[in-house]
């Protein structure tokens, strides 16, 4: 075989292709590295939502450093990818001067400049062929005549092959002054891997690859994919919570079902016992006991617990909401993890929820990932209090302190505390005095934060059926919703659940929220994406406890308030900024019976508490007769007003047109036309009576 073709025995056309295929796969790996750059219209809303505004014990452990570079095996993987790179570059450079394919350069050769013009070339070749003719060169060491003579051949050759012009013909047509060389065509393979000596070494790498590494991979991946869900659950995990999750079950059994997942258990911290964070742990726990009893009966820890592990894991998501600090790097650092593990989790167990739709428990999981993400109590008595900790600086005493003190501001949480004015806030949190509960520097940064938060308001919501007015069982329904983020520096008015008092929209929609389709807006709406309409370009979510960065979304969906039930499932969405109203258009199909369905329209933040909206929509629903009594009467026009039909409709207060007025003249003048004639016809006749 290596007798009939020819292989690579530089190397550089092997190598060449190594590079190929290694950018191939490096290029597009690296690029989904790169931070993304949002296509939405519009900027970012400002410092409020830029990244890097973390608490300093999350910047401590995100932090990366030599002894904590943070590098994740996809990171690892392009670096060395490009390293490899760098190698092959320097190695195909090297080939590339050794090679006996090198392409033929006479200016190279006489070493002169590619824009001399003939007579600089013809006076630069007859100092070369003084200085190198064969019979007056001085032979340097291990130089033969036959060396000199080849070197003066060449020397010649790229001389003519810029001035003699059946030579230069020669060199542009087949590049080199000789005319048409031997071309021979290989494979790109180094030769060592044919050679019989080396067969061994080829095969054990072969049977290595695909004989070992390749199948290896492939189970993993399988058996890896076979051990847990499409959510990224635990088998064992997903089990349990269908086993232990119901419809009615409280926010601390949610806890409980979190801190027993397979995901948070350490088998070898099982094993060896407390260690020497136990005591930290021990004051740790009961600092949370002693703040669950502040909370209710409901909120409790239990006395004994199954193993180590879920005694840590449930002290440390309790520490977590309810901002217990450690002395313990290391457990500060578990708190920040398990919140980050606990998230997601809770989303796992949300989609478990959604299976079910259950409404009342789908609200609950929503809330308490807003409390994992914002590191608030995720108890529904402490809403308002849990909405102002989201702000810099308020602590739970400080939150519950002005809640507390103003009665018709304080139950509606930020929306309350924004509306309290400047006086009272600082009378509420007791700025300045002796017993304050937050500083100067403090409160304002809480206030300026205060003034950029994403509120949600809900602009519109309805029903339409593309093509038709009126909605049919079993009907493609489009479900539209038009949202915008309100922060209160911008417009500080109070919406009563995301929805303006003295809005059109409260007032509308009394019957039905069915709208009749519209051709025009159809078209227009075929022809552009409606997902990127009102769409604006936003930063990170404002979580500084949280450990990741990461972007705000909104869930939006349709529930039952009367039977419990999501009837549309949620829907994430982004970009929802203050410039733009965006619009969401989610299809489902309606109900099989006619009737009046009254539904709520919700739209929920996944990271930030107040950042809420819901109205109530009324679904219609016709029989199909309707829609055809409605295509006979558009065909049938209505009836004049001067005709029988038209007396006759306007008697049952139907619609008519208007007596066409040209009708009547034409009638008229032909009428007078008629008589006129008539009367000269009489006259002759009396005429001729004379006569």
């Known amino acids: 075989m290596a007798g009939q073709y020819k292989y690579d025995n530089e190397g550089a056309q092997f190598l060449t292709f190594l590079l190929t295929f290694l950018l191939a796969a490096l290029l597009p790996l690296t690029y989904s590295l790169v931070p993304g750059r949002s296509s939405g219209k519009g900027s970012k809303q400002g410092w409020f939502d830029a990244r890097g505004q973390k608490d300093e014990n999350v910047k401590k452990?995100?932090?990366?450093?030599?002894?904590?570079?943070?590098?994740?095996?996809?990171?690892?993987?392009?670096?060395?990818?490009?390293?490899?790179?760098?190698?092959?570059?320097?190695?195909?450079?090297?080939?590339?001067?050794?090679?006996?394919?090198?392409?033929?350069?006479?200016?190279?050769?006489?070493?002169?400049?590619?824009?001399?013009?003939?007579?600089?070339?013809?006076?630069?070749?007859?100092?070369?062929?003084?200085?190198?003719?064969?019979?007056?060169?001085?032979?340097?060491?291990?130089?033969?005549?036959?060396?000199?003579?080849?070197?003066?051949?060449?020397?010649?050759?790229?001389?003519?092959?810029?001035?003699?012009?059946?030579?230069?013909?020669?060199?542009?047509?087949?590049?080199?002054?000789?005319?048409?060389?031997?071309?021979?065509?290989?494979?790109?393979?180094?030769?060592?891997?044919?050679?019989?000596?080396?067969?061994?070494?080829?095969?054990?790498?072969?049977?290595?690859?695909?004989?070992?590494?390749?199948?290896?991979l492939v189970a993993r991946w399988w058996y890896g994919s076979r051990s847990r869900t499409k959510d990224g659950l635990i088998n064992a995990t997903a089990q349990s919570y269908f086993q232990h999750l119901r419809e009615d079950t409280p926010p601390a059994r949610i806890l409980a079902l979190v801190a027993v997942s397979e995901e948070l258990q350490d088998p070898l911290f099982d094993k060896r016992g407390p260690g020497a964070d136990e005591d930290e742990l021990s004051h740790m726990e009961s600092l949370v006991r002693a703040r669950l009893r502040q909370m209710g009966e409901r909120w409790r820890l239990i006395d004994h617990f199954r193993s180590h592990s879920i005694r840590k894991n449930l002290i440390l998501l309790y520490s977590h909401v309810l901002r217990i600090d450690s002395k313990s790097a290391r457990l500060t650092k578990d708190r920040y993890v398990i919140g980050l593990k606990a998230e997601r989790l809770l989303n796992g167990m949300l989609s478990i929820s959604l299976a079910h739709n259950w409404m009342d428990m789908t609200i609950q999981l929503m809330d308490m990932l807003q409390c994992l993400v914002q590191?608030?109590?995720?108890?529904?008595?402490?809403?308002?209090?849990?909405?102002?900790?989201?702000l810099p600086g308020i602590t739970l005493e400080a939150a519950q302190a002005a809640t507390r003190s103003n009665a018709q501001w304080g139950h509606l949480g930020l929306q309350g505390f924004w509306k309290m004015g400047d006086q009272e806030r600082r009378k509420g949190l007791r700025v300045g005095q002796s017993n304050?509960?937050?500083?100067?520097?403090?409160?304002?940064?809480?206030?300026?934060?205060?003034?950029?938060?994403?509120?949600?308001?809900?602009?519109?919501?309805?029903?339409?059926?593309?093509?038709?007015?009126?909605?049919?069982?079993?009907?493609?329904?489009?479900?539209?919703?038009?949202?915008?983020?309100?922060?209160?520096?911008?417009?500080?008015?109070?919406?009563?659940?995301?929805?303006?008092?003295?809005?059109?929209?409260?007032?509308?929609?009394?019957?039905?929220?069915?709208?009749?389709?519209?051709?025009?807006?159809?078209?227009?709406?075929?022809?552009q994406n409606p997902a990127l309409e009102g769409k604006q370009a936003i930063g990170y979510a404002h979580a500084p406890l949280f450990l990741e960065e990461r972007k705000p979304n909104w869930w939006v969906f349709l529930a039952d308030a009367k039977q419990s039930r999501i009837i549309v499932q949620p829907v994430k969405c982004t970009d929802i900024g203050p410039d733009a109203v965006r619009t969401f258009s989610i299809q489902f199909q309606a109900p099989p019976q006619v009737g009046l369905y009254s539904f709520r329209a919700m739209v929920k933040s996944d990271v930030y508490l107040g950042s809420e909206a819901e109205m109530s929509v009324l679904l219609k629903v016709d029989d199909a007769s309707e829609l055809e009594n409605e295509d006979y009467e558009d065909d049938i026009s209505d009836p004049e007003e001067d005709t029988l039909a038209g007396q006759m409709a306007a008697m049952r207060g139907e619609k008519v047109k208007a007596a066409r007025l040209g009708d009547e003249g034409e009638d008229e003048s032909s009428s007078e036309a008629e008589g006129a004639h008539n009367h000269d016809h009489e006259g002759e006749d009396s005429e001729s009576d004379w006569d």
């Open 436 to 527: 304050s509960l937050i500083s100067e520097q403090q409160y304002k940064e809480a206030v300026s934060i205060l003034g950029e938060w994403p509120r949600i308001e809900m602009v519109d919501a309805f029903f339409k059926v593309t093509g038709e007015k009126i909605v049919t069982p079993g009907a493609v329904v489009q479900f539209i919703v038009k949202v915008r983020a309100l922060p209160f520096k911008k417009d500080g008015t109070l919406l009563f659940n995301g929805v303006r008092a003295n809005s059109d929209l409260s007032k509308r929609d009394t019957e039905t929220s069915v709208r009749p389709s519209n051709e025009e807006e159809d078209e227009n709406e075929s022809k």
């Open 375 to 390: 590191a608030v109590p995720p108890s529904p008595e402490m809403r308002s209090a849990s909405e102002l900790m989201q």
């Open 61 to 216: 452990i995100t932090k990366r450093s030599f002894a904590n570079p943070r590098l994740s095996g996809k990171i690892v993987l392009v670096i060395s990818g490009w390293a490899a790179v760098a190698y092959l570059f320097h190695s195909i450079a090297n080939a590339a001067t050794t090679t006996s394919h090198a392409i033929y350069d006479p200016f190279s050769v006489l070493g002169i400049a590619a824009s001399a013009t003939e007579k600089q070339i013809k006076t630069h070749y007859k100092k070369l062929s003084i200085k190198f003719h064969p019979d007056k060169v001085r032979l340097a060491e291990n130089q033969t005549k036959e060396d000199a003579e080849s070197h003066f051949v060449n020397l010649t050759k790229a001389y003519k092959a810029l001035t003699d012009e059946t030579i230069r013909k020669n060199f542009e047509l087949y590049g080199h002054p000789d005319g048409r060389q031997e071309m021979s065509m290989g494979i790109a393979l180094p030769a060592w891997v044919v050679e019989g000596h080396n067969n061994i070494w080829v095969l054990g790498i072969y049977g290595m690859v695909f004989g070992l590494a390749l199948p290896y």
